[in-house]
């Protein structure tokens, strides 16, 4: 079983607002990625947690703001997003660091 | 630094006809080679995995791929494709410790009936 659980599958928000981003793994693994996706482009690593630690930022705005309450769960909260950050945000894990990545459904997220 | 050059942007095949995706791949060391699969509006599915040994890897829905270092390639073959298989295909690298996957822009893949 690989099954990565994202929720919302879809988002709208406003650029006031505050939302979230849900991801949950029941596979027991220790690293956990969230990565951005525009339109027709390939997948780009924003953060990764390994061991419930934030091991990599990739400079990503702080309106972005990642959390890892436990082993299982990966949240990404949101605030005073412009509409060029609406994309598909891909939440994924692997057993470790550097391990095979398995990949959720997605979270498609609109900003207007 | 690592990078991933996927040259086809777009393929289209008939189905049952065979089916070669190329990747290939700039790292210093030994990779970790990857390919994914993504249907329109969906997450990305793990098609199969090179981290090392035999260079000719299978992977699930009659997927293979063969790493060759001469050649710094990983293509991506299917001996008869599906109407299924439509779908954008990534390749990726993985090349450190944390986790950071280096996709190529990914090759459309259309099937004509």
């Known amino acids: 079983d690989t099954e990565v659980t994202q929720t919302p599958k879809h988002l709208v928000m406003g650029m006031t607002n505050k939302k979230s981003l849900k991801c949950e793994q029941h596979m027991g693994h220790r690293a956990m990625y969230w990565y951005k996706q525009k339109a027709k482009k390939p997948p780009e690593l924003m953060f990764v947690?390994?061991?419930?630690?934030?091991?990599i930022n990739e400079s990503v705005p702080s309106r972005f703001s990642p959390e890892c309450p436990n082993s299982s769960l990966l949240n990404l909260h949101l605030h005073a997003l412009q509409p060029e950050d609406s994309a598909l945000y891909l939440c994924a894990s692997s057993t470790e660091p550097g391990n095979t990545i398995y990949f959720g459904e997605g979270s498609w997220l609109t900003v207007v | 630094a690592q990078s991933v050059t996927q040259p086809d942007i777009h393929i289209t095949v008939s189905e049952g006809a065979s089916l070669e995706l190329r990747c290939n791949y700039s790292?210093?060391?030994?990779?970790?080679l990857f390919w994914y699969v993504q249907s329109p509006g969906q997450g990305l599915q793990l098609l199969l995995k090179y981290f090392s040994g035999d260079t000719l890897v299978q992977g699930i829905k009659g997927f293979e791929a063969e790493f060759k270092r001469s050649q710094s390639s990983f293509n991506l073959r299917k001996p008869s494709v599906h109407w299924s298989d439509a779908a954008e295909y990534f390749c990726a690298v993985d090349g450190g410790s944390q986790g950071n996957l280096i996709f190529g822009k990914g090759t459309k893949l259309s099937v004509k009936p």
């Open positions: 947690y390994s061991y419930e630690k934030l091991s």
């Open positions: 790292y210093g060391a030994t990779p970790y």
